[in-house]
């Protein structure tokens, strides 16, 4: 079975379409194998069997000749349920689910810097998934509110709860979503960009998940250097004050998980710089965490009065 040029020989408009459809020829009776492979194909090959299917179902074939034709193209064996429903306009490959357009808004910039940071992309099978596991309840909801806005669902995708990993989930699919996202972070500087609202969520989502404040020190952690350069230059614009890069050495050490108590060597080391303590409100003005938890600390710290006056040399000793 050559399941490699599906993509390539499917044409919308083009020669592999001859007119009317031929009767199927019963030596030409694909195997189970074919009709099985259907269920794999990527989401542009669907794709591009839909407008073939809708070209034809133009052209007053039955569902039988457009099946044979299909085939006969392209050796996919589609079942006349799904070629009625698509006709009919009951299914869709790219799915009610999956629209999603490039729009820039604080909600959009939120998703993008969850995937930056603590989220990730995933492809099981049909499912392009973007999948957010942590601890703190708020910030999955937030995380599942955005990515419910960017997708027009009406409702937010459910935050699951696994007691095992003690961590609060949410798992949104999107096709499109999932494209758009999977590129390097780079390539989406004109949605984190657009306006302040825009940079204030994605730095915020950032913050949710690598930011980390302990009295009076907000520090952000990552092992991508470019990535915490960029956000600098971002805060910059905020008006709020970083120190400098920082790497720490920990390529090559040790890492217990908590969780199986099985050991890793790290194999990257890691960079992070802090908030600047005077530019502390700042951020809390333009930024702040949607996390309560790291808020609250956020919050303490304001109210904490500096142990020495702040000035640019002085600021290390601040706590
Ligand atoms: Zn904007």
């Not at 070209?55 to 193209?73: V, W």
């Not at 969520?201 to 991508?224: M, P, V």
């Not at 890492?255 to 809390?284: H, M, T, W």
Request: glycine share 8%; aromatic share 10%.
């Amino acid at each position: 079975m050559n399941r490699g040029p599906i993509g390539t020989t499917l044409t919308v408009n083009g020669s592999s379409i001859s007119g009317r459809g031929t009767f199927l020829d019963p030596g030409r009776l694909p195997d189970r194998k074919e009709v099985r492979i259907r269920k794999y194909l990527p989401f542009e090959s669907r794709a591009r069997l839909h407008a073939l299917v809708s070209e034809l179902a133009k052209r007053s074939m039955s569902y039988q000749q457009i099946q044979t034709q299909i085939f006969d193209s392209t050796r996919i064996w589609l079942s006349k349920g799904s070629i009625s429903g698509w006709v009919r306009g009951i299914h869709n490959p790219t799915g009610g689910k999956n629209t999603f357009c490039a729009v820039a808004s604080p909600e959009l910039a939120y998703v993008i810097g969850v995937i930056a940071g603590d989220g990730n992309l995933n492809v099981h099978g049909y499912n392009y998934e973007m999948l957010l596991s942590v601890t703190d309840r708020d910030f999955a909801e937030e995380f599942s509110r955005c990515l419910a806005k960017i997708l027009s669902r009406r409702n937010p995708y459910r935050v699951r709860r696994s007691e095992k990993r003690n961590r609060w989930i949410v798992q949104g699919s999107s096709v499109l979503l999932y494209q758009f996202l999977n590129r390097p972070w780079q390539n989406l500087k004109s949605f984190l960009e657009h306006c302040e609202e825009c940079t204030a969520a994605f730095l915020r989502a950032f913050y949710d998940g690598e930011g980390c404040i302990s009295a009076r020190l907000l520090r952000l952690d990552n092992t991508q250097a470019d990535i915490l350069l960029y956000i600098q230059g971002l805060l910059r614009k905020l008006g709020i004050e970083t120190t400098d890069l920082n790497r720490r050495k920990l390529a090559g050490t040790e890492l217990i998980d908590p969780l199986n108590g099985r050991i890793y060597v790290r194999n990257k080391d890691c960079f992070d710089f802090r908030i600047r303590a005077r530019s502390l409100s700042q951020f809390e003005q333009k930024v702040g965490f949607t996390i309560t938890r790291k808020q609250q600390r956020l919050a303490n710290a304001l109210a904490t009065r500096p142990r020495f006056h702040p000035s640019p040399s002085a600021n290390r000793l601040i706590v």
